[in-house]
């Protein structure tokens, strides 16, 4: 019998990264090499206009992780600071669940081409859903508990992934 309030999600495709086991961070716009996501064939209409728009989130599962998940984190680059998980974007989470903001190179057939992903190949993919302008950029948005640290600049470069001198 199903668990009450059980939630089960199966793939709908696989994404295609040249990381096998390390990743960025957060996903580079810039990076190089091939960053593709390939629906499975049965979900093909569901891409019809998909190609109209610049950006999409993508929704993956975090799947090879061998890690606790603690409820509280302290980032690789953040010099030992520690903080709520869910004020952190760790891949160690009770859902595993990934988010990325990508740019649509070309769809072709069933395949996205895209800039840079932060996930390692073969990672499964649970979703895509369009980046709209207005709707999903808010203005005032900040850093959060970045606001707070001496370095926040250098921080928000690891943030972004940005590549950068030490
Ligand atoms: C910090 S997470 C951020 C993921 C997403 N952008 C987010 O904010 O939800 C990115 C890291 O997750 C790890 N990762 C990526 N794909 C993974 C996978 N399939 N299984 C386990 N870890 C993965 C890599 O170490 C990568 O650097």
Redesign the pocket.
Known sequence: MREKNACTFEPIGIIRTP?QD??????VDSDSGEFRIILDDRYRDGLVQLEKFRYIYVL??????DREVKMTVSPPWAEGRQIGLFAS???VRPN?????IVRIKKIEETSIYTSGL???D???LLDIKPYIRDLDTKLDANYGWLDDADDMEHLAQHIQGVPHEH
Not at 22 to 27: L, N, R, T
Not at 96 to 100: Q, V
């Open positions: 990381y390390s990743a960025p961070y957060q996903p993956y599962h975090i799947n090879r992780l974007r760790s891949p595993p669940i990934g988010l990325s932060d996930v390692f073969e990672t499964p």
